[in-house]
């Protein structure tokens, strides 16, 4: 009985380490991906993700919001200057942060919420994981959440 619980207890452990050893990374089509939201938010931007898959891996992201009229979060000055203020951090440098964190990690679930962005935060990490299944499946039409 010991020698068939010591045989079990190896087999599981083999089975582990070769489990164990496997690439974690998901691997994407190439493409081009987009993931928006279609409701503004208080301040009339919509959030969305686009993501360029190059040799099955993200290799840029852009995160950031657009108005009605066209106009990029992280280019308006006014926002900028006024979430500065407050919350010690503005839509271009949190993006950058979280974008930074993804692509060195290639995983949405090991970047940190930036402090004073989190409901940006959360929205980047809706959007981004709205866009894994259509980067797994080459699927280039834009989601929307």
């Known amino acids: ?21 496997g690439d974690k990374q ?3 089509s190439d493409g081009i991906y987009r993931a928006e939201y279609t409701e503004p938010d208080t301040f009339g931007y919509r959030d969305f993700v686009v993501a360029t898959v190059r040799g099955g891996v993200v290799e840029d992201l852009v995160f950031d919001a657009i108005n009605d009229m066209g106009t990029l979060r992280s280019e308006d000055t006014a926002y ?9 951090t503005y839509p271009e440098k949190y993006s950058q942060d979280r974008i930074i964190q993804y692509l060195e990690q290639q995983d ?12 940006s935060s959360n929205k980047f990490m809706a959007l981004f994981t709205a ?3 259509q980067m797994q499946a080459g ?3 834009t989601v929307y959440i």
Not at 5 to 17: T, Y
Not at 80 to 88: N, P, S, V
Not at 112 to 118: C, F, G, K, L, S
């Open 80 to 88: 900028r200057e006024d979430m500065e203020e407050i919350q010690g």
């Open 26 to 28: 998901k691997v994407y």
């Open 139 to 141: 699927n280039t039409e």
């Open 131 to 133: 866009l894994e299944p």
């Open 108 to 119: 949405i679930t090991q970047g940190d919420v930036i402090a004073n962005a989190t409901e």
């Open 1 to 21: 009985m010991k020698r068939l619980m010591g045989v079990l207890l190896v087999a599981i452990l083999c089975l582990g380490a070769l489990t164990g050893c």
